[in-house]
């Protein structure tokens, strides 16, 4: 069963797409799909599907961030390859991980509605879309299915019992879009823990050097940088508590909330515009600052608590499973979910 996946960047680009590709073609290729990845935009995307053809490709998966196709996320990389496929009667999906920038500066105000045509044509050369935010779902009308992207980092098996708790709260991948920095500062002050907080994805030069986060960052917070896959997620089990607060709320696209839960690790998020309701739960949600550190007093003050820990690693295998999002995924690309 060949399938493809365009994907820019993959694999050498870091990123939260770069990894999500990577756990497909494990998954898939586990399952007995045979994957092709294309990684660059550099070829003509006609020549490309031409060369996908000769495998007798069943299905073509694009990976769609606007800023993946260009600096400025404007390109006819993606609905020209998805439009060829087409002609030759290959099955296009469309996972949108990003639609377009916000009309909310003045950068965007002329990027944004091109940004929103692009997408359009794309999903109108597509026979599927799908993505993880059910708000989403609604914007682009039609039928689009929803599926969530999960933990990206291989699985491991939670321990029976979390280790020795860490002393600060920890926050993963740093530098994600959306994440409230002002919140996280202000609540690593008020729990007043030492060395405040633990950064796991980034050192402190990182740290400094980032636009955003540097006008946050305190010297004396544990920068771990970039760890393995494994040593994040052992990280993450310890974890007293994980500060994932986002500017449009918790859901489905946040890897970084996704990877707390696969090891039970209590996470403190946030609503948002884009806030989806199924993450009430086994994620505590603050409506303001105040409520977020209010909350995260209370979670660091409890400690830690052997059932809600089972809990959510209940909810999280049945709901974010990685080999059941992927086997859904694998079926609506190659159309046998219709």
């Known amino acids: 069963m060949p399938v493809a996946i365009l994907s820019p960047g993959y694999p050498d680009t870091p990123g939260g797409v770069t990894d999500h590709t990577a756990r497909l073609v494990a998954n898939w290729e586990s399952s007995g799909a045979e994957v092709t990845v294309v990684g660059q935009c550099d070829t003509d995307p006609e020549k490309a599907v031409a060369q996908l053809d000769t495998t007798s490709i069943q299905g073509v998966l694009v990976q769609y961030v606007p800023f993946l ?3 400025r996320g404007l390109s006819q990389y993606p609905e020209r390859l998805a439009k060829s496929a087409r002609t030759r009667g290959i099955r296009v999906t469309t996972f949108v991980h990003e639609p377009w920038v916000p009309a909310n500066r003045p950068q965007w105000w002329i990027l944004s509605p091109l940004q929103k045509r692009q997408l359009r044509r794309v999903l109108g050369a597509s026979d599927a879309t799908v993505t993880a935010v059910p708000a989403w ?6 039928s689009v299915e929803l599926v969530y992207v999960g933990c990206v980092q291989p699985a491991i098996e939670p321990p029976d019992v979390a280790g020795p708790l860490l002393e600060a709260p920890v926050v993963f991948s740093p530098f994600a879009a959306g994440l409230n920095w002002e919140w996280i500062s202000q609540t690593a002050r008020e729990l007043n823990s030492a060395p405040g907080l633990i950064v796991v994805g980034a050192d402190s030069a990182d ?13 004396r917070w544990d920068c771990r940088g970039r760890l ?24 489905g696209r946040r890897t970084s909330i996704a990877a707390a839960l696969s090891v039970g690790a209590p996470v403190l998020s946030s609503r948002g515009h884009l806030f989806d309701s199924a993450f009430d739960g086994p994620v505590s949600i603050a409506r303001d600052l105040s409520d977020f550190v209010s909350r995260a007093k209370e979670i660091w003050d409890a400690g830690a608590n052997p059932d809600e820990r089972e809990d959510r ?3 999280y295998r049945e709901n974010l499973d990685p080999k059941t999002l992927d086997a859904s995924l694998l079926r609506t690309v190659t159309g046998r979910g219709d």
Do not use: I, K
Request: glycine residues 8%.
């Open 207 to 219: 740290m400094r050097r980032h636009s955003v986060v540097q006008r946050f960052y305190e010297p």
């Open 313 to 315: 690693l209940r909810w």
């Open 69 to 71: 196709y260009g600096r």
């Open 137 to 142: 779902q609604q914007m682009l009308g039609g």
């Open 228 to 251: 393995p896959a494994d040593a994040v997620l052992n990280t993450l089990s310890c974890a007293r508590l994980v500060l994932a607060p986002f500017v449009d709320g918790a859901t």
